[in-house]
């Protein structure tokens, strides 16, 4: 686990960034948890050398409205029932200050009935395809821009015309409102029940084809958004299902987004769909040659031997491949003395159970 700087890192996350600063690793949730004991230690040095530190008193409560806030708001958000273009104004200005202000971020918290009424303008249609194009984007982003505040999560998903807007969105917006919407969704399910509803509403097929056809940005959206969903059980046979595997696999071969693919193919690959899946696509191959090449990182590594662990021992099909491969370039090998630990104790597990079967063989 790493510690930052607390206005720092939710500054970061406040920009829409959903990887680790220092890692760049996507992360699988959003939440922040304050490091006590860094900070106490921090305090104690700070005495010592006779320092003041910064009181974070102001940063924690930065985000409290004013009565000037709270009627700007109203007004806003009253000029969403008007003719369209008052809607179009008032949306875009909320896209921007749900953005900069988190006062407006935590303003939408304070009635259930303040989401709806900034989705007005789209739940009077049967499909966003017949909003404005621009309009339908500034409100997907102050969506994205709601989520993002922790407090909100769970309010804004469960507002009911919410997650249905948000799918409507990956299949008809232009591709930043997809994109958005994807990380709307990305943000949300950084808590497990949401994760839970938002899988029941069915939004993971449209985020595998928006990780199939996207652009690179949306890409990273979707597969972020993916692997957030999949970690509940319950969603990762919604994804197989859904055709998950197949485009997994085909953008792991065009090397797009290796790192953040991967993770969810090892978590898909304990199904046993999902293995049949694999198993066809002669995914073994090309995990094995991914371990071997040099801008692999050890987290890769792990997921890919990983994977193909969960093949071999659920599909017997697949030992000769893996004798063959390792045969030609003791990848395994290999990784038994530089992966980590956790691939070493796979990489070992599966070389014991091809020397087992060799020596029987052998012994026959």
Request: charged share 25%; with cysteine.
């Amino acid at each position: 686990m790493l510690t930052y700087d607390r206005p720092f890192i939710d500054n970061w996350l406040k920009a829409g960034n959903r990887t680790c600063p220092r890692t760049e690793q996507v992360l699988s949730h959003t939440v922040l948890t304050p490091n006590h004991l860094i900070r106490e230690v921090i305090s104690k040095w700070c005495t010592n050398q006779g320092i003041e530190l910064a009181n974070t008193i102001e940063y924690i409560h930065e985000g409290a409205a004013t009565g000037a806030d709270r009627a700007h708001f109203l007004f806003l958000l009253k000029k969403m029932s008007l003719p369209l273009p008052h809607q179009k104004e008032a949306a875009k200005e909320l896209r921007v200050l749900t953005k900069k202000v988190p006062s407006f971020r935590t303003i939408f918290g304070e009635s259930h009935d303040f989401i709806p009424q900034l989705l007005g303008p789209l739940s009077k249609t049967e499909s966003l395809s017949e909003v404005p194009s621009d309009l339908q984007e500034d409100l997907i982003t102050t969506l994205l821009n709601l989520s993002i505040h922790d407090n909100n999560k769970k309010l804004v998903a469960e507002t009911p015309i919410v997650i249905p807007v948000l799918i409507d969105a990956l299949q008809s917006g232009t591709m930043e409102t997809r994109s958005n919407s994807a990380a709307a969704i990305f943000t949300l399910s950084a808590l497990d029940s949401n994760k839970l509803l938002i899988g029941k509403s069915g939004a993971l097929k449209p985020l595998i084809d928006l990780l199939d056809k996207g652009h690179q940005l949306a890409m990273k959206d979707a597969a972020s958004a993916i692997f957030n969903l999949c970690i509940a059980h319950e969603n990762k046979s919604r994804a197989v299902k859904a055709g998950a595997v197949k485009v997994i696999m085909k953008k792991i071969m065009d090397r797009t987004l290796v790192d953040e693919l991967l993770s969810t193919l090892a978590m898909l690959s304990c199904h046993q769909r999902a293995v049949e899946e694999l198993v066809q696509l002669k995914a073994i191959p090309c995990l094995l040659t991914i371990i071997r090449e040099s801008n692999t990182c050890a987290r890769s590594k792990e997921n890919c031997i990983a994977i193909t662990h969960n093949l071999c021992y659920n599909d017997r099909t697949t030992w000769k491949e893996l004798r063959e491969e390792e045969k030609a370039f003791g990848t395994i090998s290999q990784l038994t003395s530089n992966g980590t630990s956790r691939a070493k104790r796979k990489a070992n597990e599966l070389l014991e159970r091809l020397n087992k079967a060799v020596n029987y063989t052998h012994t026959a």
